[in-house]
């Protein structure tokens, strides 16, 4: 067999080969080398037997020597034979298979064993303290208590107390008397029933302030003599369902009643009576609300009464995307003369994704009540004896857009646009000498308000909510929206570090606004009143969980600005105090 042939034989016979081989040529060469050494002893044994030849023989001497050399045997390189035979073929044959599922249904049968429930351990709920009180004492003079009083946990009932204080005995420079006080006590409670709830309220709020607002250099008046007292009474009740069951008929039905009074023989009695219910009938859920309102007013110059009776009906249908309510309300409005008015109620609204983005739209009209407890809460310094007129929104039509900027930040923007009649302005009273009161006045008006609110929380230490909102005025009469500005935006914050340090922070800030002034010829000279920024800052450390201590900064900047005309404020306040539970 010739070893330059290729033969395919697998890697145990081919090793085979290799290895007889290779015993065949070790052999062969012992063999000739026994030969080379067999002859040479030979060779040397006759050598004795010879006889030199003399030179008398030939004449000469003729020697010839072979020097063999011992054999050296050479392997040659074995010739490899591959491992991965290779089959090269021009023509490939492809075979092409056809095949047909047929279903078939396999009959089984599975029955579960029944799984024990689960046994979950109840969280711990924090304890209750029946008792929280607060005092403090700030910059100005300015006292500070707050108390609360609650029973703890019950499935039967709830009742409480709430009273506080807070009052201030400082003066503001080149004014008048500014000291004030405020007293406030609530007694309220809730009957809890299968489905629904019985709640009551009954409080009490003695509010004291000075008319401070003309300059000590050129008028001098005694502080009893601008002092303004208001008492006020209130009690509410209301008894609603808490079903969850939207076929079930849900309902809310609550009464309310304040009597309010000043130190200039001004009398306020008001008292409303509501009622809401709603039903789902398929896939449309109808709603009603009716209100009847009465208010009567005394006051040393003048009494008035006005009396309002209005109905919302609405039919609504939702799906998980779409939410569209439609209904008309009726309003009688009655005082020396009465008035029916008809406002629209739509309101419809979609998710474009999820809870991430909505958008809304809504179509309304209201009759907003303007009594002397609204007014005097939103301006304290207005005169005892008010032109109280009701706020006409003829119609206010509002697009916008909520839902979801990631996953921790709410927002909801929206754009409103409509036409109010009677929209209320507060200008000084040019009755009074110093002009340090304030009247009412009204005017037809087309607003324009861009509203845009946002909250961050991803973890529940730290809150932040701003807000801030746009306002165009077009007046029918008046030449300003009187102490109104066109912008307003405020910022909370909160922050809670390991339960023991709670920090706040509140920015307010509005743009610059008119107040109405008038010149010795009775001409309207508007004065322009600089912008707000009011910084306040507070600071808790909590000691133990039953005992804490707390610092507040009001008006951090310790800036002199003038919320109603000729009224400055007060410049930095600081407030310290303690806190206990038991």
């Not at 208590?145 to 039967?156: D, F, G, P, Q, V």
């Not at 009938?281 to 309002?308: C, K, P, V």
Request: with cysteine.
């Amino acid at each position: 067999m010739s070893s330059s042939k290729n033969y395919n034989l697998c890697p145990s016979l081919r090793e085979g080969l290799r290895e007889r081989k290779l015993k065949n040529i070790i052999f062969r060469t012992a063999l000739l080398k026994n030969i080379s050494l067999l002859s040479i002893m030979l060779l040397l044994n006759y050598s004795t037997l010879l006889y030199a030849q003399s030179d008398e023989d030939n004449g000469s001497l003729t020697k010839e020597i072979n020097v063999v050399k011992p054999y050296e045997p050479v392997i040659n390189d074995a010739f490899k034979i591959s491992l991965t035979p290779q089959l090269h073929d021009s023509i490939q044959a492809t075979k092409e298979f056809g095949y047909m599922l047929k279903p078939k249904i396999g009959n089984t049968s599975f029955s579960p064993e029944p799984i024990d429930a689960v046994k979950l351990k109840g969280e711990l709920l924090n304890k209750l303290y029946k008792c929280h009180i607060r005092l403090g004492m700030g910059t100005y003079n300015t006292p500070y208590a707050e108390a609360w009083i609650h029973n703890l946990r019950s499935t039967k009932y709830s009742i409480g107390a709430h009273a506080r204080h807070l009052s201030s005995f400082g003066t503001i420079d080149n004014v008048g008397y500014s000291g004030y006080g405020e007293n406030n006590i609530n007694v309220y409670g809730k009957k809890f029933y299968k489905d629904a709830v019985l709640a009551a309220d009954l409080s009490y709020n003695y509010h004291k302030i000075h008319f401070y607002g003309f300059s000590t250099n050129d008028t001098t008046i005694d502080k009893t003599d601008i002092k303004q007292i208001f008492n006020y009474f209130e009690g509410k009740a209301r008894y609603y369902s808490t079903t969850n069951d939207e076929k079930k008929l849900s309902y809310n039905a609550g009464l309310k009643f304040h009597y309010l009074s000043d130190s200039y023989q001004t009398s306020e009695n008001n008292f409303i009576a509501d009622a809401t219910f709603g039903r789902t009938l398929e896939s449309w859920r109808i709603e009603g609300n009716a209100q009847l309102y009465y208010n009567h007013l005394s006051s040393a110059i003048d009494t008035m009464g006005e009396f309002t009776l209005s109905l919302n009906p609405q039919i609504i249908t939702k799906n998980d995307k779409l939410f569209f309510g439609i209904g008309i309300s009726p309003c009688l409005d009655a005082d020396s003369t009465a008035h029916l008015h008809f406002y629209p109620n739509v309101n419809a609204s979609y998710k474009l994704v999820g809870d991430f983005v909505s958008i809304y739209a809504s179509l309304k009209g209201q009759l907003k009540q303007n009594n002397f407890k609204t007014t005097s809460d939103e301006n304290p310094f207005i005169v005892s004896s008010p032109l109280l007129m009701p706020t006409n929104e003829k119609l206010m039509g509002t697009i916008g857009s909520k839902g979801l900027i990631g996953l921790y930040i709410p927002y909801d923007v929206h754009v409103s646009y409509g036409t109010i009649e009677n929209m209320l302005f507060y200008i000084n009273d040019t009755n009074d000498i110093v002009h340090n009161r304030f009247n009412m006045i009204y005017d037809t008006v087309q607003l324009l308000q861009i509203h845009v609110q946002a909250a961050y929380q991803k973890i529940e230490q730290l809150k932040i909510i701003a807000k801030g909102d746009y306002f165009h005025y077009t007046l029918k009469n008046e030449l300003y929206a009187w102490h109104k500005p066109t912008f307003t935006m405020t910022l909370s914050a909160e922050y809670l570090l390991q339960d023991k340090i709670i920090a706040k922070a509140d920015i307010i800030g509005m743009n610059n606004f008119y107040a109405k002034t008038f010149d010795a010829t009775g001409n309207v000279v508007p004065v322009k009143l600089k912008g707000i920024v009011d910084i306040n800052l507070g600071l808790e450390y909590r000691y133990t969980e039953r005992m804490s201590a707390f610092f507040t900064i009001n008006n951090l900047l310790s800036t002199r600005y003038q919320r109603w005309y000729n009224y400055p404020n007060q410049r930095i306040l600081l407030l310290l105090g303690a806190s206990f539970s038991f």
